[in-house]
């Protein structure tokens, strides 16, 4: 009689043992797997912001007139701003990715991540300047932060700016 229970002794430490196996192996496998989630969105935001970046400066050089048009421009996570003759993307994401405080320059992307107030949040920024370029027009029916998927059309409008002498190029979002 002993060896019946015995048998189920067994079977309920071997199920704990499993439990506490799996348990373990997530827990020190899921922020390696968010770090990597948040690593491939960065890389798809950079190549969607130098193209975005491409255009602008292409549409600038060709002269009034000239559009080019991205659709689809996808947005999957984070928010997409067009302000301040600036484009930037910034996300919130509890990996640190980069050092603190320090910015990098690739090409003409400029990527930092500062801490935010709360513990263990980053807040990781991507963005281009267009101050020597040309002045960004936002032509939009949406608001800023921009999230989601969207056509994009950049234009020259033309037009120079009194101020600045730069051209105008309009970026209308639908």
């Not at 950079?46 to 007139?65: A, C, Q, S, Y």
């Not at 263990?120 to 101050?131: F, G, P, Q, T, V």
């Amino acid at each position: 009689m002993k060896k019946k229970g015995d048998i189920w002794i067994s079977a309920v430490l071997y199920l704990g043992l499993g439990v506490l196996a799996l348990t373990l192996i997530l827990t020190a496998g899921m922020p390696l797997v968010n770090k990597l989630q948040d690593k491939n969105v960065i890389a798809q935001t950079k190549t969607l912001i130098f193209t975005f970046d491409e255009n602008v400066r292409g549409v600038t050089n060709e002269g009034p007139g000239s559009k080019r048009f991205l659709s689809p421009f996808e947005v999957s996570r984070g928010d997409f701003y067009v302000e301040n003759n600036r484009v930037r993307w910034t996300m919130k994401t509890p990996v640190k990715l980069m050092e603190q405080d320090i910015t990098i320059r690739e090409g003409s992307l400029i990527l930092a991540e500062n801490e935010t107030i709360i513990v263990d949040e980053y807040l990781m920024n991507i963005y281009a300047d267009y101050d020597n370029i040309a002045v960004l027009n936002l032509v939009s029916e949406y608001d800023n932060p921009f999230q989601g998927t969207f056509s994009v059309a950049i234009k020259n409008t033309g037009t120079f700016d009194p101020v600045s002498d730069l051209p105008i190029v309009d970026i209308e979002i639908k």
